[in-house]
């Protein structure tokens, strides 16, 4: 597997075209050889890095954070604590995003209590939404 088209390295790897193409430009994979023909020629080591950044993108790591790992990734003798330190840093923004989308979900789940299920004059989610205050006042909370 050292001759593929860029269809063919999209394909193996579930990626777009234009992503891949995208990871190129921002230095993340490296440019492939050419043909004569100018065609794009892919090898295993793309494949494989592709497939790393690919895996890191649906954890959730930024490009500046996979293109850390990557270059560590070239260097297998060294200790892992700068890849952990990149992972916690990541971890703790993710533990955030969970906070906040938990008071999200208790601020929805407060305003369908609150509804009535009436019409729409008198609809308890519409008069949140038009004036927050509302919900800072029925509640205690800010949001």
């Given at each position: ?41 892919y ?56 906070a ?44």
């Amino acid at each position: 597997m050292t001759d593929l088209s860029i269809g063919e390295l999209a394909r193996r790897v579930a990626v777009k075209v234009p992503t891949i193409r995208y990871y190129e430009q921002i230095g993340l994979l490296p440019a492939p050889p050419r043909t004569e023909g100018r065609q794009r020629r892919y090898g295993s080591d793309h494949v494989a890095r592709l497939g790393f950044i690919r895996h890191a993108r649906e954890l959730g790591f930024e490009v500046e954070a996979i293109r850390e790992l990557l270059s560590l990734s070239a260097r297998p003798e060294q200790p892992c604590e700068p890849a952990d330190r990149i992972v916690i840093r990541h971890l703790e923004g993710v533990e955030r995003r969970i906070a906040q989308l938990e008071l999200l979900r208790s601020e929805l789940r407060h305003m369908l209590d609150d509804c009535q299920h009436g019409q729409v004059g008198e609809c308890r989610i519409i008069q949140v939404l038009a004036d927050h205050d509302l919900c800072r006042n029925d509640h205690g909370r800010t949001g």
